[in-house]
């Protein structure tokens, strides 16, 4: 996971940017930085907050993973005998919150960039600097929560006949689906596996939660891993 050092020295180094900027340029836009400046200020204060959070939930996840593969391993069971909801969850939770951390990071990467951008011709109060400056705060504002967004389409979400392998478990090898109860998928359900159009092996679904499913890979051909992102496709024959 990316540090969260990283990215409060990159918003902090945004926020510097600023402040050191207003002082070059009080003769004009003086007022216009100052206030960007302050809401600088309070979505730094968000970003870090909502950061450390981000940061709590994902530790507590990988906490919750390792005691659920500790008790498995100690019972001597095997997924297909019964299933964990836990495991399927918190690996589930891991991979949500890892790509929040990307996101939040790449954000405020861009963030410093345009404030940079905007402050070399602050003087000239270059419209377009503006704009670009702007949007970056409009982006963490989203990413941050603090501006309304789309509904999730159904990009994040399968169906019965179609699905998207969204993480994977290098231990047990159990592949975490983007479909479940709500999408009528059913224990003992064989998949095919996609890359592209190319076919290159089945899985078969093990345990079945609210939105998501596990699978272990049935057959596979050769050199050819499972990866994130790859398509399962119902097998109706």
Do not use: H
């Amino acid at each position: 996971m990316k540090s969260i050092r990283t990215i409060r020295s990159i918003s902090l180094g945004a926020l510097g940017l600023l402040i050191g900027g207003t002082a070059g340029a009080q003769d004009e836009g003086n007022a216009d930085l100052q206030r960007m400046v302050t809401d600088l200020q309070i979505r730094n204060r968000v970003l870090e907050q909502g950061i450390a959070e981000a940061n709590r939930a994902e530790k507590e996840a990988s906490e919750q993973l390792a005691q659920v593969r500790e008790r498995l391993e100690a019972l001597g069971r095997d997924l297909l005998d019964g299933g964990d909801e836990r495991l399927i969850q918190a690996t589930a939770d891991i991979q949500i919150l890892n790509e929040r951390i990307n996101r939040l990071e790449g954000s405020a990467m861009r963030f410093s960039g345009s404030v940079s951008d905007y402050l070399r011709t602050a003087l000239a109060a270059d419209p377009d600097a503006r704009l670009r400056v702007e949007s970056a705060m409009r982006e963490l504002d989203e990413v941050l929560g603090l501006r309304q967004k789309p509904a999730p389409t159904a990009r994040s979400t399968g169906s019965a006949r179609r699905a998207k392998v969204m993480s994977i478990d290098k231990e047990s090898g159990l592949l975490v689906l983007n479909i479940g109860e709500q999408q009528t998928a059913r224990i003992g359900t064989t998949y095919r596996l996609y890359r592209g159009d190319q076919a290159y092996g089945t899985a078969v679904i093990a345990d079945v939660r609210q939105s998501i499913a596990g699978a272990f890979v049935e057959s596979r051909e050769a050199n050819e891993p499972v990866r994130l992102g790859d398509t399962a496709i119902l097998e109706t024959e």
